[in-house]
Every structure is written in structure tokens, then in C-alpha cells.
């Protein structure tokens, strides 16, 4: 019966109060900390994609259908984190509403969207690096820049035998950051994240007025078949781009580092997702605007946008711009990562040594390097486009449990303080009162799923078998773990065992 087991929500926020880390982000920290791991490969990589192979101009609605979508969910995660302010974010929720099995479920699910999600990010790092490079005249090898498999022509996977060890090396220094602690990596965060934003408001002014209408016609393209162009591409593109917001995420893990976590998260996860999605819409607008959005299939689709401006200046800013946008995002991203892994192992369901804090820094810093090391094993073997799917169908598993846990928490614990309660109120169904926004959230992650799992069956069917025996092989893994050693070491069944 471990698998219900539920964590006494008593428990959780004793320990949230009597966290051993540095305390040390307000809420403009925590906005940046959101934006910081938003705006990154998303907008300065996946937009591309997406626009060329799916949603052609009308990506712009793609990126508000995401935003709509992550929105419901950002107020679920707002209204949990003033009740639960915790480091492990939806996998304590998890394990407050559902119980410990489910709760390591979400866990290792979480694990496995940051640890892509990091990936994915570091591949992007990777390809606008080496461009920026080579406007130096600085050319690195290919063989050191491209994925063990890369994606061809129609979705099909073919192996090159080159590793992309550029992407590996980006996340093994940006570890070395976090090693250091949350406030120095909170100060370089905000850094590059200033930097960064900078750049991208600078090309959507310079490329406004270098924008040919032309370009946008048709603003949505006939369907061709499939999820390519019309309706259903509009759907795909933003079952893409929803990776993109998963920053949100980032700042819920922050509770335990935050001064006032009650007040400050919900205010950092509105707050960045806000920002973010405003920026999202006018980079795709004008970079939409400036090219066709057939060639945008790119590994730098903004420095592809920014050449036809004509300024080759603009270009490299563009590209500098890239690299430390998604320098911050892996920064935030390894971050968070390894803030879950703590709140698992001091839970007992992970070794130790993932919740030992470092003396001088506080921060679970072999936990972090474990984790980066692990996420740039999977940047130097897989394409991009196949990381981003595979955060996406794990992004929407975790989340549906977080709109779940706020329909669970407002029947089982009505007398919580909430300084945050989601909007638009609710219904009582057989006297369970079931939240208008939490099940809306339930529905929008339905919609971004469907279409990365119907692809990821039909490349199956092809005989792609790569993604799906990652997430199967992954959970697999997972349900072992826990029943050889987490479901032993669990502290909540050791105690429940003790006093019973």
C-alpha cells in the first residue's frame, strides 16, 4: 500500500520552514529565474521548426495556444506553491494529494522532462555556437558538433557517428556555475538573462521595420497532410513549443531559496510566463515577417530571419544573443533538476548523496554535476527535434498531476490558507468540487500530448523505434528503482512502520 502512502501535509510545510538552503531570491529574482529558464530554445530555435514544418506563419497562434495552455497551468502551480512552497514542486504535491508511488512517478517523470529539456537546450547551444564561430572564421568540426543520430527528411532517424561534445561541454560548465551556489548562480542568471532579452527586443525593433507582408501570406497554409500546415499543423507546432514554457516549472522548485516563498513564486511563475509569452509572439511575428517560413528549417532560424536585414553586425549580436540566452536556460534548467532530485532523496527514495548539500556553497552540488553529465551524454547522441517531443509528452504528464493535486487539496484541506486560489471558482459534483481552471488545464494537456504521441506511434510504425524505447525503456528503469531501493528507503513508510 506504499503506492498511496500520503506524506501528512503537516510534514511538508515543516520541512519547507525548516529548509537547511540560503534563502536568498525575492520575487523580481524569481521572475528572472522563470524567464531565464523560458526564453531559450524555444524561441531562438524550435520557432523555426515549427514555422517550416508545421504551422508556417500562423506559429504566432501556435505560441498562444501553448501560452493559453500553460497559463491554466501556471495558476494551478501559483495556487500550490503559496500552500506547499517546496523544492519539489509538483512531485511533492504528488506526494501530499496521491501518494508515494504516484509521487515518485512524477519525480522521475520530472527527472526526465529537466534532463531532456537540458539536453535539447544544449544541442541549441550547440548550433549557435558554432555559427557564431564561424563568422569568426572559427570553424569546429562536424564531428564534434552533430549528434550521434540525427534526424532526416520525413522523421526518420539515421545514425552519423560524429557526438556532439560542444552540447556536453556547455552543460558540464554551466554545472560548474551551480557549483558554487544559489547566489552566485542567481547573479549570473540575471546577467545573461538581461543580456539576452535585450538582444531579442533589439531584432523584433530593427526587423519591424524591415518586415515584407508578402511573407505572411498565406498566414495559414492548406493542409498538405498529416499535421503539416493547416489546423492540425497549428496544433502540432504548439505541441512543440509548449516545451517552450517549462520554465515555470523552474521557479516552483525555488521555494526552499525563496525569502517569501507564499507570496514571491506565485507572483515569479505569472510573472515570467507573462513576459515570456509577450516576447514569443513578436520574435515569430517579425521573424515570420522577414524570411519565408520555408527556410527556416534551421539550427539558427533568428540569425536566418536577421540576414535579410541586410546588416551582417546584426547577425552576430543575434547569435551572441542565442548563445547566452541558452546558456541562462541551461543554467535554470540544470538547476531545477537537481533541486527535485534533492527533495527525492531526502524523501529517502533516491541514494543520499543527491541531497548532500555542500558545505561552503549549500547546494547539492555531485547531484548537479550527476545530472548535467547525464543530460550531456543525451545531447552528444540525439537530435533536437526528438528532445523536444519527448519533454513535451513528459511536461504534460507532470503538469496534469499539478491540476489534479489543487482539485485534491481544495476537498481534503478546504482550510489551508491560500494566499493564491485559481480563478473562475468551481462545481460540486457529487459533493467534490472540481475546479473550472484545473480541469480546463486537464484538457489543455490532453490537446499538447495528443499530437506528439499519435507522431511518436507513427514513427514506430515506420520503424522508428528510438523514441518510444526511450520513454518505455525510461520508465521501466524507473519502476525498478523504486522497487528495489525507493520503496525500502522511503522515510515516510520506514516512520508509518515504526508507529504502527
Known amino acids: 500500500m506504499s503506492l498511496f502512502l500520503k506524506k501528512p501535509l503537516e510534514t511538508v510545510r515543516a520541512e519547507a520552514a525548516a529548509t537547511k538552503m540560503h534563502r536568498a531570491l525575492g520575487p523580481l529574482q ?11 530554445a524555444g524561441v531562438y530555435v524550435m520557432t523555426g521548426a515549427a514555422a517550416a514544418n508545421f504551422a ?42 496521491i501518494g508515494e508511488g504516484f509521487a515518485w512517478t512524477i519525480g522521475w517523470m520530472l527527472l ?39 534526424a532526416e527528411a520525413g522523421g526518420r532517424l539515421e545514425v552519423t557517428g560524429s ?19 544559489i547566489a552566485q548562480s542567481s547573479a549570473v542568471n540575471v546577467l545573461l538573462v538581461i543580456v539576452k532579452v535585450g538582444v531579442l527586443i533589439g531584432f523584433v525593433l530593427v526587423g519591424a521595420e524591415h518586415v515584407d507582408p508578402t511573407n505572411w501570406t498565406p498566414f495559414l497554409p492548406p493542409n498538405e497532410g ?43 511563475i505569472l510573472g515570467a510566463l507573462t513576459m515570456a509569452t509577450l516576447l514569443y509572439v513578436s520574435v ?40 547566452t540566452g541558452l546558456a541562462s536556460v541551461l543554467l535554470v534548467n540544470t538547476y531545477a533538476q537537481s533541486r527535485v532530485a534533492y527533495a527525492m532523496a531526502s524523501d529517502g527514495l533516491l541514494p ?59 476537498n481534503t484541506h478546504p482550510e489551508l490558507p491560500r494566499p493564491f486560489k485559481v480563478p473562475l ?14 480541469a480546463l488545464a486537464l484538457v489543455a494537456c490532453a490537446c499538447m500530448s495528443g499530437p506528439v504521441l499519435i507522431d511518436i506511434l507513427g514513427q514506430l510504425g515506420r520503424g522508428d523505434w528510438a523514441p518510444a524505447a526511450i520513454v518505455g525503456g525510461y520508465l521501466v528503469a524507473g519502476a525498478l528503482i523504486y522497487a528495489v531501493y525507493g520503496r525500502r528507503n522511503s522515510k515516510l513508510r520506514q516512520a508509518t512502520e515504526r508507529g504502527a
Request: glycine letters at 12%.
Open 30 to 40: 524569481l521572475v528572472l529565474v522563470g524567464i531565464g529558464c523560458i526564453v531559450g
Open 56 to 97: 508556417g506563419p500562423a506559429v504566432v497562434v501556435s505560441f498562444v495556444l501553448a501560452a493559453l495552455a500553460c497559463g491554466l497551468i501556471g495558476l494551478c502551480y501559483a495556487e500550490l506553491a503559496s500552500v506547499l512552497p517546496v523544492s519539489g514542486a509538483s512531485y511533492t504535491y504528488a506526494y501530499a494529494s
Open 112 to 150: 526526465f522532462e529537466f534532463g531532456i529539456a537540458g539536453a535539447a537546450l544544449a544541442a541549441g547551444f550547440s548550433g549557435y555556437l558554432v555559427s557564431l564561430l564561424a563568422d569568426f572564421g572559427v570553424h569546429a568540426p562536424a564531428a564534434m558538433s552533430t549528434p550521434y543520430v540525427q
Open 163 to 181: 557526438l556532439n561534445l560542444i552540447a556536453f561541454l556547455g552543460l558540464m560548465a554551466v554545472a560548474l556555475v551551480l557549483s558554487r551556489g
Open 226 to 268: 498529416g499535421f503539416q500546415y493547416g489546423v492540425e499543423g497549428v496544433i502540432r507546432a504548439a505541441s512543440i513549443l509548449f516545451f517552450a514554457y517549462l520554465g515555470f516549472e523552474a521557479v516552483s522548485t525555488a521555494a526552499s531559496e525563496s525569502k517569501n516563498p507564499a507570496r514571491d513564486v506565485p507572483i515569479g
Open 284 to 323: 515569430a511575428l517579425v521573424m515570420t515577417g522577414l524570411v519565408p517560413y520555408t527556410s527556416l528549417n534551421v539550427a539558427d532560424p533568428i540569425a536566418v530571419a536577421v540576414s535579410a536585414i541586410g546588416e551582417p553586425v546584426w547577425s552576430v549580436i543575434i547569435k551572441a544573443g542565442a548563445v
Open 352 to 410: 543520499k548523496l543527491f541531497a548532500n548539500l555542500h558545505e561552503k556553497a549549500r547546494a547539492p552540488v555531485i547531484g548537479t554535476f550527476v545530472f548535467a553529465l547525464i543530460s550531456g551524454i543525451a545531447a552528444a547522441l540525439l537530435p533536437i527535434g526528438l528532445l523536444a517531443d519527448l519533454v513535451s509528452l513528459g511536461t504534460a504528464l507532470v503538469f496534469s498531476v499539478v491540476a489534479l493535486s489543487v482539485i485534491w487539496l481544495r
Open 425 to 438: 471558482g468551481g462545481v460540486r459534483i457529487a459533493g467534490v468540487w472540481i475546479g473550472v481552471t484545473p
